[in-house]
């Protein structure tokens, strides 16, 4: 670690007062832990939508509950861009509990003593998914790195679609994914119509707008001004670049909560003062954020960042159909349900309403719920006791339509 | 639910109304209910006559009631969703006791009529005698178990009478397939073949249109 400290300093990095709290990031390990996961190997690859063929798949995936008899008591679960595939068990990489515990297990509005829920890294992830830490597909002994080919959230699905296969389900429950997962959500439906009987994008998009690809990139140029990025071969340096990680985790957090919950949470409260008289005092809401990036880059792979944040970028469904976003739900049977957060400024509740609009258009079942929250984009993964009744208020009657024992 | 907030339209003394209303829906039609409440009727329909029923409401505390209870409802406005439905969508459309409160009734249902082949429209009648009464002798606004808000606050702003409505259907080319008067509620009135009566009698009316 002093070697590690060394090297910062070599390698001209300013920290100012702001070291001693971000100290404790500087003083983890440089690479991953390696944790084994649960996953398939696909030998036949996978092609691009970019035009690149990946030679080796690897999904890792996790799941939980029982499946009936003919399997279609099975629910997908998409993750965000920072989740994984530990949905509802404790996080091996943290050991913190899993990102969906409010939503997913036995008695839980997805009720894993009722339905096979899966859960699968996304591809361009680091949990055990191929993306940038994987071998390079043509110099096996070094990861992609920046290298890896630029993937979407429509090869994120197509990489889905194998597992599914592979697991012997022809027609999947439900799909169900917040904000990225939303994504996903829409995409299944969109790519699969009779392998998704239902759809639940929550506070998600059909396009990634241009203010939420403003903040990623902000979040990209801190990855890439660090000076241990190494133009994105850092692991052959054998360092991770954990302060621009952690900037780019602090800015999309921003993004996730509302201004509201942040007043709540922290208001102007200092922390350890009363008064900002030394240039170290700080407010608590400074050191929560500190805590929010530092705690995340000891959990995901810098180029996975940039490679999935890019995807999300890339997303627009209505561009893949010809500018309509109704055409891409042409005649579909899946029953939606759409679900936004009145204080969620990133995906916010017109980006909902649009997609509901373009069901219409097709006049496909479709539920639209807007609950009230003053949590902001987050308020997916929280205690929102209106959002996890109507989920599973929805999910009992697509059952009952489903004629799902 | 949270009593404070404003009422979006008139109390719905659903039970016989929707009985009403769910006589007319042939069975495994597909049905939008404009202004569905918390889905009772979508509810109905899809049990006892296997319906492909969804609904459309501006409440989203009654949405949310409602998709809670597994049904396909969507938060949105009469005025300017139907707008986003193909031609032809539905068998049947239906407005319950809603017209009164939109702001461009004869689009709304210009618009019901594109989507679908029939259109169900009940509203509260503006024509019943104790309101033409009270109005004779208080000159003031009327004030009815059925017309039970202030005229400052009332969310019925376009109230008609049964023979207004009738009106409309001519000039705008609907026929008037089936219609009733009912009182409050919601039991057929003995007049329905004389309109002038059942304008008189009739606290609400019942139609089942289509396009001429």
């Given amino acids: ?405 | 639910m949270n009593h404070s907030a404003p009422v979006q339209f008139v109390a719905k003394n659903m039970r016989v109304d929707l009985r009403l209303i769910a006589g007319m829906v042939a069975e495994r039609s597909r049905v939008l209910d404009i202004g569905c409440g918390d889905g009772t009727l979508i509810d109905h329909l899809f049990r006892t006559k296997q319906c492909d029923a969804r609904g459309l409401e501006i409440d989203m505390a009654e949405v949310t009631r409602a998709v809670t209870h597994g049904l396909p409802v969507m938060q949105g406005d009469a005025d300017s969703d139907l707008a986003n439905y193909p031609n032809a969508a539905f068998d049947y459309v239906i407005l319950s006791r809603t017209l009164q409160a939109v702001e461009r009734p004869r689009e709304v249902l210009r618009q019901m009529l594109r989507i679908s082949t029939y259109a169900i429209v009940s509203f509260p009648n503006f024509g019943h005698w104790t309101l033409r009464l009270q109005l004779l002798l208080r000159g003031r606004m009327p004030m009815t178990r059925t017309w039970h808000r202030m005229w400052f606050e009332t969310p019925n702003i376009h109230p008609c009478t049964i023979q207004d409505f009738f009106d409309l259907c001519t000039q705008d080319g609907y026929h008037v397939e089936q219609w009733l008067a009912a009182d409050e509620a919601g039991a057929r009135a003995p007049w329905r073949r004389y309109p002038g009566l059942a304008n008189l009698f009739g606290e609400q009316g019942l139609f089942l249109l289509r396009k001429a």
């Fill in chain 1, 1 to 405: 670690m002093p070697d590690l400290q060394r090297r910062r300093e070599a390698a001209g990095i300013a920290w100012g007062h702001s070291q001693a709290h971000i100290g404790p990031v500087m003083d983890q390990s440089q690479a991953l832990p390696e944790v084994a996961h649960q996953s398939v190997r696909f030998e036949d690859g996978l092609t691009l939508d970019c035009g690149r063929h990946l030679a080796r798949l690897t999904v890792a995936y996790r799941s939980y509950g029982q499946r009936n008899a003919d399997s279609s008591n099975a629910i997908l679960i998409c993750h965000a861009l920072t989740g994984d595939q530990y949905v509802a068990e404790t996080q091996p990489v943290t050991g913190k509990p899993g990102w969906w515990n409010a939503v997913v297990g036995p008695g839980k509005p997805v009720d894993t003593d009722r339905y096979f829920v899966i859960c699968a890294n996304v591809l361009g992830g680091c949990m055990g998914s191929t993306g940038p830490s994987s071998p390079h597909d043509e110099r096996p002994y070094e990861p992609w790195g920046t290298e890896f080919p630029a993937v979407t959230i429509q090869d994120m699905v197509r990489a889905q679609k194998l597992l599914i296969d592979h697991l012997s389900i022809t027609r999947l429950f439900a799909v169900i994914g917040g904000s990225m997962g939303g994504m996903q959500a829409l995409t299944w439906a969109a790519l699969y119509p009779e392998a998704v009987f239902a759809a639940v994008p929550v506070a998600a998009a059909a396009y990634h707008s241009a203010q939420n690809i403003a903040f990623h990139e902000i979040g990209r140029q801190a990855i890439a001004a660090d000076p241990f990025f190494y133009g994105g071969r850092y692991w052959a340096e054998g360092v991770t670049p954990e302060r621009g990680l952690a900037v780019a985790r602090m800015t999309a957090h921003i993004t996730y909560v509302s201004e509201a919950a942040l007043t709540r949470k922290f208001g102007r409260r200092l922390q350890h003062a009363t008064d900002l008289t030394l240039l170290g005092d700080r407010f608590e809401v400074e050191s929560y954020l500190e805590h929010q990036g530092s705690s995340f880059v000891r959990r995901f792979d810098a180029n996975s960042y940039l490679a999935i944040t890019r995807a999300m970028d890339l997303f627009d469904l209505a561009a893949d159909h010809g500018g309509a976003l109704a055409d891409a739900f042409r005649g579909t049977k899946t029953r939606f349900l759409l679900v936004s957060f009145s204080s969620d400024w990133l995906f916010p509740t017109a980006q909902s309403r649009a997609i509901a609009r373009a069901l219409n258009h097709v006049a496909a079942n479709a539920s639209f719920v807007e609950i009230m929250s003053d949590k902001g984009h987050d308020a997916f993964l929280l205690d929102e006791p209106d959002f996890h009744r109507t989920l599973s208020g929805f999910l009992a009657g697509c059952a009952e339509h489903a004629r799902l024992s």
